[in-house]
């Protein structure tokens, strides 16, 4: 049979290569990033109780988280009782009720207001510094020379101030609502005369240990939240100068969402024993 010196190569084609649905990668990243968190706050739990304790440097953390905090967490609270007074004043007026404008505000900041924007700012603030700090420790290789050094860092980076955000932030919504409350009775007196006494007899009438205690309690959540995932993202960063940005902005984000969703449960939590 002649052969024909004309045919072609068969070209075999390759099978595509399917792709990964971007909707199951993104549920695939999501469970695998809980998983890791999981692990991670485990891993806190099980090291905080074992010695030794790092104290000189949890008082240290204490005081960078805490103290340099304050001056934004005041202004923000006093900036917050003063609008909220002033907003809600004329409203208020059209029924005649303005003389429930001191225990309104009060309950309202006690209760929901002021924890939230607390942690929020504090979110914003401390979350991201932990996440950039310990981001940069990581690309500086700082960690790893701790571990040659028979330093653990775990203890002596994490632990350290995961304790810190918990304890500051409380602290710091107690100042922050006390500050709210005095620029809500300098919001009362813009258009009214008001004395000191008269305001916060007012406020105290309507508070009662049912609305302070639940909002003191989620703060110590929202604290360890923030500490949590700041530490969780500054730790497990890429390294590279890209991951420290990284590591800050998805430490905000998630901390943030996080005080939101702890607060949801907490509220529900709260409205089935306290009416």
């Not at 649905?21 to 109780?49: D, G, H, I, M």
């Not at 905090?69 to 009782?81: K, N, W």
């Not at 700090?133 to 995961?162: C, H, W």
């Amino acid at each position: 049979m002649p052969i024909d010196l004309n045919i072609k190569e068969k070209v075999i084609a390759k099978p595509a290569e399917v792709s990964e649905n971007p909707y199951a990668k993104s549920v695939k990243t999501f469970f695998v990033e809980v998983t890791q968190l999981t692990k991670f706050t485990l891993l806190f739990f099980k090291e905080v109780f074992k010695p030794p304790f790092e104290f000189n440097e949890l008082i240290k953390q204490c005081y960078l988280i805490g103290y340099r905090s304050f001056p934004l967490v005041a202004i923000t609270g006093f900036i917050m009782g003063l609008v909220l007074t002033i907003q809600s004043r004329p409203t208020l007026a059209e029924f005649g009720a303005e003389s429930w404008l001191p225990a309104m505000v009060a309950v309202s900041i006690i209760r929901e207001i002021g924890p939230v924007i607390t942690a929020l700012i504090f979110a914003g603030k401390v979350g991201s510094g932990i996440g950039a700090e310990l981001a940069s420790m990581k690309v500086t290789e700082q960690i790893d020379a701790m571990e040659v050094s028979g330093i653990n860092p775990f203890k002596y980076i994490v632990i350290t101030r995961i304790l810190a955000a918990t304890l500051m932030l409380p602290l710091l919504v107690i100042a922050a609502d006390a500050i709210s409350l005095y620029g809500a009775y300098i919001g009362v007196n813009l258009k009214g005369d008001v004395s000191f006494h008269l305001f916060f007899l007012k406020v105290f009438e309507k508070l009662s240990f049912a609305d302070i205690l639940p909002a003191t309690i989620k703060t110590i959540f929202f604290g360890f939240v923030v500490g949590l995932i700041g530490c969780y993202k500054g730790y497990n960063s890429n390294k590279g100068t890209e991951g420290v940005g990284a590591a800050a902005n998805s430490a905000v984000v998630i901390a943030s969402l996080s005080v939101f969703i702890i607060d949801m449960i907490a509220v529900q939590i709260t409205s089935l024993f306290i009416k």
